[in-house]
């Protein structure tokens, strides 16, 4: 007996059924979603936030939560502005990634820059330039801010971009994300992430994943020292078509906005700065790899290019060799070679600018093409000397003549799009004085580079040791500038009348406030300070500075007061721990200390500046144990942290332990064998131990290492003579006179002569 006929289904009833299984997740998002926003759980993920007053809106610094962890602690620059712009006003907007931010100092950088220049060509136009550049983002992360920027009327988009497309987020070399999706499942992803509910789901994730996973410390450059990526990676091709994509639709939103676009393709140093990975092909024959290896060893490169087109540094190595022979030209194409062929790619490459300018021809009305990588000596079609220290501090980040020369070519693609009468550009002294640049803030660049650049992958750069003696010869040149009897006062001047010139430049305010607490006025520097809250939404370097001056001038309480609530404001800001344990050592609270430390340590396991000012709280409380655990915790992320292996390895050989402490050192050496103070420790243990051939080992690793003398390579010659490497004891004392003619040191002359006369002609 057969049943009853089924009810056919109507289209309406298909429709009812899709409205129902669809609707009810929706309900449930929403709900939901409003739920933890009521709650006030999570944060925006807009670039721009509404201020406190109607119509200001600030910078977010939570933007970059949705690409990295909150941890890594980078954030847009602090600034506000109006949604409704004023009559007259002729708006500019800056956008890219840390080259276009100004690292490592935005107020010297290129957007201050550009703006010094137009005020100063069109002295009767108000012109406001703002910086939206952002360290270690890439197009997938401009684009959300140009969405919503062109909402702010600007009347033009300078962009430069495009150094990040791999190591960036959703680029093959990211610590952040994985793989390289496609632009759809990037734009799902990154609404999820948006999503207060994303972010609950996230934050779950995490408290589920190992401890401490997620609570890591932003390490720059180090961090991806292991994610190369070879130029033959398939990955490469998806890149390149998202970065295309990325960049069109950037240009439509700002055309169609109204605004236009100064688009520029991006300068790297390539004379300067050697691959930082150099990888052969895969599954090259050991035969291959071995001739490869004599080859190179001979010094033969174009030989071992033959045999491996693909090497990164034996194209670098073949570019200095041509060049020191007088053949600029081929040695320009090795150069750019070695730039293609690095497997850590943190340069723009030639395919990301030819991008650029085919982004750049198909909007020619609105978008006006400046081509600073031809300009400034990074293509294979420059007709200057390719890109180098002149203007870049080491790979990609601008020193002062590298800021002002693209800044100049910038303003000059602004000028094209401008209306009116233009006067003559700033020379470089006049941009220096508009916008407050002297022997001080230079000083400050440098030694920021010092830091940044003793490092991996720097450490790894066959141009390392080369570049350290340089910046160390810089920073004593700009330290001494500093300290000339009068110097910092009229620095100060020359900062206070770029102020009063500027009244609302933030910048400015600080600067002058830094300056003025080096020159022990106080009170002037906190008065300075507290004009910033009328200016800048409050940060926790306008704390860290506040509370460093209240302490200066004995009021400790209320340093206090303002350094933990900045760090509950924003417990990333890591700088703020370092004056709570300096604050506290000053009283003698090593307890308050300790305990504070150790709670936040426990909830902030993998911050190394964190285990810092614990271990430091620790041992000046006399607890030398506990300090040595939180430096063996450190060194377990960092070997090479010198912050905690010089006090360990010290503590260390005080107690007795000096074959442990060796082990640690060793350890550091296998991490980063171009560590200057580790080498001279190790040298000095070995030679002491009578161990020749470990202290020509070490000896040869300090050389390596940069800064060095003369006399080093005369000591490390003769150990090299002793033990019968006549050879290359040749090549060390003739290092050693090269040095020493360029340091003017007559005594190492005058000990090389004698080693000449006492070794024969071996070491002539």
Known sequence: ????????????????????????????????????????????????????????????????????????????????????????????????????????????????????????????????????????????????????????????????????????????????????????????????????????????????????????????????????????????????????????????????????????????????????????????????LGAWQQAVERGVFAEALVIDPQHAESHFQLAQFLEAKGEAEPARIHYLAALQWDALRFRADARINDIIRAAARSEPERVTLVDAAKEMGATADSTVSPADGRYFLEHVHLTWAGNFELSRLLADGAARSMQGDRQSWLSPAACAEAIGYTEFGHAGVVMSMDRLTSRPPFTGQLTFAVARAHLQEEIGAANGAVVAPGALSAMAATVATARRNDPENAFLIFHEATLRAQLGEFAAALDLNSHLAAIEPASPEHQAQRAFLLQQLGRTNEAEVILLQSAKDDPYYFQTYALLGWLWAAKGQWSRATEYFAGLTAHLPGNLALRHAYAQALAGGGDWSGAEVQWRAILKTAPDDEEALKPLCVRMFKDGRTEAAIELMLAAHTYNPRSYANNARLEQIYENKGDIVRTIQFMRDLAASGPVNAMLHVNLAKLLHQTGRTQESAVELRQAEARARLEGNAAALEAIRQMMQETGPTNR
Do not use: C
């Not at 550009?114 to 703002?130: F, H, K, M, W």
């Not at 236009?260 to 393709?265: E, H, N, Y």
């Not at 300067?272 to 024959?285: E, K, L, Q, R």
């Open 1 to 288: 007996m057969s049943g009853p006929t089924p009810k056919r289904v109507t289209w309406r009833g298909w429709l009812a059924r899709f409205a129902l299984a669809m609707g009810v997740p929706l309900l449930l998002f929403s709900g939901t979603e409003v739920a933890l926003r009521l709650a006030g759980f999570g944060h925006p993920a807009d670039f721009f936030i509404s201020d406190d007053a109607p119509g200001i809106f600030r910078t977010n610094p939570w933007f970059t939560n949705q690409f990295f962890p909150a941890s890594f602690g980078l954030k847009p620059l602090n600034f506000r502005l109006a949604k409704e712009k004023p009559p007259g006003e002729y708006r500019v907007f800056v956008i890219g990634e840390s080259a276009a931010m100004g690292v490592p100092e935005p107020g010297f950088g290129l957007a201050p820059q550009l703006r010094a220049q137009l005020r100063a060509a069109y002295p009767g136009r108000a012109i406001t330039v703002y910086n939206l550049g952002v360290t270690a983002i890439n197009s997938h992360a401009i684009l959300p801010i140009v969405r919503q920027a062109v909402e702010f009327r600007p009347d033009l988009f300078v962009v430069y971009m495009g150094n990040n497309e791999v190591v960036g987020p959703f680029g093959p070399s990211s610590v952040a994300t994985t793989g390289v999706p496609s632009r759809a499942m990037i734009g799902a992803n990154l609404f999820v992430r948006r999503t207060r509910l994303g972010q609950l789901v996230q934050r779950a994730m995490q408290a589920l994943g190992p401890k401490g996973a997620a609570l890591t410390e932003w390490r720059g450059m180090e961090m991806f020292a292991r994610n190369a990526v070879a130029a033959g990676d398939l990955r490469l091709q998806a890149v390149y078509v998202n970065f295309a994509a990325n960049l069109d639709e950037i240009i439509a939103l700002a055309t169609h906005s109204g605004a236009k676009v100064v688009l520029s393709t991006v300068a790297v140093n390539v004379r300067d700065s050697a691959p930082f990975v150099s990888v052969h092909p895969a599954g090259m024959a050991a035969v291959q």
